[in-house]
């Protein structure tokens, strides 16, 4: 059997669709950050407006969007297992982003629990927005995406000044400007750069 010979064109369009398929691989529809956004946005903004009405329970809100999302996280997974759909290839990014998913999850159960069993909520919610920032940062240097660098800081700074925060209503304002910076307008931005790139 005859070996095929490895053209110098071939060697360069082999490289070449490695390169795309690396670039395909790092780009984010951001649809997730905008669906999780939206929702701590709402949550944030609910409370506020609950806490100066006095309508409810001060974290009545935040009730609805733990019970929100577990039932999303619960739709997630028996879409993934049950869902039908082709097994998705097993890359590097992949795998890093799926242990980094764990790590984060882990961590927010453990900072909204030590809220449930002592921690004062104002503090509580500044290690959210810690914890927040870290995971931005992360996801914009892996995906060399400078909206979500730059949101990372923001969430980072609204988390330093909501230790200062003088009370919850202002700690909620806060969360949320921190939300929309560091989630929403680069989820935003994400989905827009994927868009066009599909088109």
Same mark, same amino acid.
């Given at each position: 059997?005859?070996?095929?010979?490895?053209?110098?064109?071939?060697?360069? #369009?082999?490289? &070449?669709?490695?390169?795309?398929?690396?670039?395909?691989?790092?780009?984010?529809?951001?649809? +997730?950050?905008?669906?999780?956004?939206?929702?701590?946005?709402? +949550?944030?903004?609910?409370?506020?407006?609950?806490? #100066?009405?006095?309508?409810?329970?001060?974290?009545?809100?935040? /009730?609805?969007?733990?019970?929100?999302?577990?039932?999303?996280?619960?739709?997630?997974?028996?879409?993934?297992?049950?869902?039908?759909?082709?097994?998705?290839?097993?890359?590097?990014?992949?795998?890093?982003?799926?242990?980094?998913?764990?790590?984060?999850?882990?961590?927010?159960?453990?900072? *909204?629990?030590?809220? /449930?069993?002592?921690?004062?909520?104002?503090?509580?919610?500044?290690?959210?927005?810690?914890?927040?920032?870290?995971?931005?940062? *992360?996801?914009?240097?892996?995906?060399?995406?400078?909206?979500?660098?730059?949101?990372?800081?923001?969430?980072?700074?609204?988390?330093?000044?909501?230790?200062? +925060?003088?009370?919850?209503? !202002?700690?909620?304002?806060? !969360? +949320?400007?921190?939300?929309?910076?560091?989630?929403?307008?680069?989820?935003?931005?994400? /989905?827009? &750069?994927? /868009?066009?790139?599909?088109?």
């Amino acid at each position: 059997m005859e070996e095929s010979q490895f053209t110098h064109t071939d060697s360069l #369009r082999l490289i &070449e669709q490695m390169i795309h398929t690396a670039k395909r691989e790092q780009k984010d529809d951001g649809k +997730a950050w905008i669906l999780w956004g939206w929702l701590l946005f709402l +949550a944030s903004v609910f409370s506020w407006f609950n806490m #100066r009405a006095g309508w409810l329970q001060p974290f009545f809100f935040w /009730n609805v969007f733990g019970v929100l999302s577990l039932v999303l996280l619960a739709w997630g997974i028996v879409r993934r297992f049950f869902g039908g759909r082709a097994p998705v290839v097993k890359t590097y990014t992949r795998d890093l982003y799926e242990k980094l998913n764990t790590g984060f999850f882990i961590s927010l159960m453990l900072i *909204i629990v030590s809220m /449930n069993v002592g921690v004062h909520p104002r503090y509580g919610f500044a290690l959210l927005l810690g914890l927040y920032g870290f995971w931005i940062l *992360i996801y914009g240097a892996v995906l060399n995406f400078k909206p979500s660098l730059i949101g990372a800081y923001i969430t980072w700074a609204a988390a330093f000044v909501s230790l200062f +925060a003088t009370n919850l209503e !202002h700690t909620m304002l806060l !969360h +949320a400007l921190a939300v929309l910076c560091g989630y929403i307008i680069p989820g935003h931005m994400a /989905n827009n &750069e994927f /868009n066009k790139e599909k088109r």
